[in-house]
């Protein structure tokens, strides 16, 4: 059965509200859900939080990409700081206002979201609801795939989109990378002194990152680089025992023997569960306003999922600040 | 997912995971004592992490026989009760 949500009474917006679904179920409602819990979303859970509004934060995680990140240098405050060392930071920040954000970890995402009279209603990926009078949308992005035989089948077991992360497991082993940009350049020389050799699997005739960090990977004795070259398939038995490499200006395929795949060839928006719903650009970002307001009144929206055009954390704290802002005034302009 | 029964809680980490350290803070907080092993600094205990869970992520919970990949606080809650 639908839940109806019927406008309180009192509008007392620092309580979470009660709903009764026919005669039985009782919900809440929250002022708002956040969706995403990276730097944009943590950022907004505080805002509302400081408003004394009673926020749900739900997401996979307390980090997205950030905790992904080896070295940042680039968030002010910080000189220098791990991605593992800064989300710690941000977790805690956010722990504080444990009595106004309700965290609810999920295994399995967002199914979608729907207008409802006077609020929406997000449904799980587990089939459960919640609602709340205002969304704010910040789930990021997600690593591209190959889309080749094996990544899907290996994922986890040598199969990974994250080198800091996951890095630790290939100690003394092959692997290979496959990407040719600053991400791919990046993970190769963070796993450099861990790993027993790198292969750079890079699909155009040269590498195209950082020359910084092109000039620091082809001095690397223990990293080799085949350009013009891509990745067809990932075979093993338990775990990544090889990866199938064809050489496109020959047509030759090699068989490398290999222990890990590190896929770095970029990422895309989080914003399947969005289609349809909110406005999305060519790129599937979500389109935003100056008041980060989507194409639905009171859904909002910040940081990487959105079309902004720069991509970095301290860039998505910032919109997440100002999502929550305006989300907080149209909550309190509302009849 | 399952290993056999026995009276540990183990956690598998990397010095780099920072869902490790959130496994980790969970059990202080539940007073769950508990032995953090480095997986990095012991490939051979990493091999018994990839051999316990079927897979190469860290966290990796072993609680008292019962295998819990990343920080899955619902799974957490769970084994804590059954304990």
């Given at each position: 059965m639908e839940a109806v949500i019927e406008p309180p009474v009192t509008a007392q917006a620092s309580q979470v509200q009660e709903i009764t679904v026919g005669d039985e179920e009782t919900i809440a409602v929250y002022d708002a859900i956040v969706i995403g819990g990276g730097p944009a979303g943590m950022t907004a859970a505080i805002y509302l939080a400081r408003k004394q509004l009673k926020v749900l934060l739900l997401s996979k995680d307390l980090g997205g990409q950030a905790a992904w990140?080896?070295?940042?240098?680039?968030?002010?405050?910080?000189s220098m700081i791990t991605g593992t060392e800064l989300t710690k930071h941000f977790q805690d920040h956010l722990m504080k206002f444990h009595d106004e954000i309700t965290l609810k970890l999920m295994r399995d995402g967002v199914n979608s979201i729907t207008k409802q009279p006077t609020g929406f209603t997000v449904e799980l990926g587990d089939g459960s609801r919640e609602q709340a009078k205002a969304v704010i949308i910040a789930s990021g992005k997600i690593p591209k795939q190959l889309g080749i035989d094996g990544e899907t089948e290996f994922l986890n077991r040598g199969v990974t989109y994250c080198a800091w992360c996951?890095?630790?497991?290939?100690?003394?082993k092959s692997v290979v990378i496959v990407g040719g940009g600053n991400s791919a350049l990046d993970a190769a020389l963070s796993i450099e002194r861990l790993t027993k050799d790198i292969t750079i699997v890079n699909s155009t005739d040269s590498l195209n990152g950082d020359e910084v960090m092109i000039e620091k990977v082809m001095a690397a004795h223990t990293i080799r680089v085949l350009n013009h070259s891509q990745a067809l398939s990932i075979s093993g038995d338990k775990v990544v025992r090889g990866v199938t490499v064809r050489d496109s200006q020959t047509g030759t395929d090699t068989e490398l023997a290999v222990d890990g795949v590190f896929i770095e060839v970029g990422s895309v928006p989080s914003s399947t569960f969005l289609q349809g719903f909110v406005e999305l650009n060519e790129l599937h970002e979500v389109v935003i306003d100056k008041r980060n307001m989507t194409s639905v009144e009171g859904v909002f929206a910040a940081g990487d999922v959105t079309d902004v055009s720069e991509k970095q954390i301290i860039v998505a704290a910032g919109e997440g600040s100002k999502a929550a802002i305006q989300c907080s005034k149209w909550l309190a302009g509302r009849p | 997912m399952s290993t056999a029964t026995h009276d540990k809680v183990l956690v598998y980490t990397t010095p780099t995971c920072v869902y490790c350290k959130n496994v980790k803070a969970y059990l202080e907080e539940k007073n769950i004592a508990y032995e953090a092993i480095d997986v990095l600094a012991d490939p051979a205990k990493a091999q018994e992490m990839i051999d316990k869970s079927d897979q190469m992520g860290v966290p990796v919970t072993d609680f008292k026989g019962t295998i819990i990949v990343g920080f899955d606080k619902s799974r957490l809650d769970a084994a804590v009760s059954a304990a």
């Open positions: 990140s080896s070295d940042v240098e680039n968030y002010l405050g910080f996951d890095g630790p497991l290939f100690k003394n | -």
